[in-house]
């Protein structure tokens, strides 16, 4: 006989009441069924696991090691039962993250992470930072579940759905001839010199400022490539040369900078969620999806 959940039930009612009769009550059974029950579960174990007469019940030695055993396969079962909820329900186990470096300067992206944290405080988070293009592969292979990245073209096994949508601005320096205006064209930076990201990095943004430079049938003069946006600030802010960003590095706040609108209205920006479209969406991937489905 295979020894079931409810034997070692039976029997820890038993052991514990240490009366049929009591047993029997407290699990709701008649007591005839009750005495069978653990006379089937002592055959199983080949032992006796109880003495008893018509005026007491007592636990042998095997049967007190049994109960200890039979309290911790039970307490097992319950946990891996809960752990199994947990999974299942998205309230534990991780979540692997990559987003481009712009993703955190939106506001609402971090809040998002924030609020993800607050709701699910079990189920850990694993972020990395890496350039858009450089998401694609670890998304395929499954090291991570979830890219937040600039609009870049996919394979047919990742999918997506758009978050934002922001504009791109030029960036001069404060003592800049252009520094005064509200609003610029992109024809009025033909002439200038320009920190641009660094063609071999691979970069989203690289395709997409230049792809908008080259619509409007401005050539840029790149003087320095720089491997990051952060940088192209940075070099931009010792008057080294303009540029153009998504609006929201604005956020990076340096005083020698000045961020100015596009006249051009397609001078815009998306930011993605990219999955994968072949594997299991887990259920804190599901979570997450619908927290920043709340942004688009």
Not at 36 to 46: F, K
């Amino acid at each position: 006989m295979n020894i079931e959940l409810r034997h070692l039930r039976y029997f820890i009612a038993v052991a514990e009441e240490l009366h049929f009769g009591r047993a029997a009550l407290r699990l709701n059974i008649s007591q005839p069924p009750l005495s069978q029950q653990i006379r089937q579960l002592e055959e199983a174990v080949d032992a006796c696991l109880f003495v008893r007469n018509n005026r007491r019940v007592e636990l042998t030695t095997a049967g007190e090691q049994f109960l200890t055993d039979a309290r911790a396969i039970l307490l097992q079962v319950d946990q891996a039962s809960e752990r199994a909820s947990r999974l299942h329900y998205g309230d534990s186990g991780e979540l692997r993250i990559g987003f481009t470096s712009s993703a955190p300067l939106i506001k609402q992206i971090p809040d998002v992470v924030y609020r993800f944290r607050r709701r699910y405080p079990d189920v850990h988070l694993h972020l990395q930072d890496r350039n858009s293009r450089q998401l694609l592969t670890p998304l395929q292979e499954g090291r991570i579940d979830l890219a937040i990245m600039r609009n870049t073209p996919l394979p047919d096994d990742l999918q997506y759905r758009l978050l934002q949508t922001e504009t791109m601005c030029a960036v001069v320096h404060k003592d800049h001839p252009l520094a005064g205006e509200r609003k610029i064209s992109l024809q009025q930076l033909r002439d200038e010199s320009f920190i641009f990201f660094d063609h071999q990095g691979g970069t989203a943004l690289y395709s997409e400022i230049l792809g908008l430079l080259q619509r409007y049938e401005v050539t840029p003069n790149i003087t320095l490539e720089v491997g990051d946006a952060m940088a192209i600030l940075g070099l931009v802010a010792t008057g080294l040369g303009v540029s153009i960003l998504p609006r929201s590095f604005r956020r990076a706040r340096l005083s020698e900078v000045v961020w100015l609108e596009l006249t051009e209205t397609d001078a815009r920006s998306e930011l993605w969620m990219v999955w994968s479209a072949h594997r299991q969406v887990t259920a804190p991937l599901r979570h997450m999806l619908e927290l920043l489905a709340t942004l688009s």
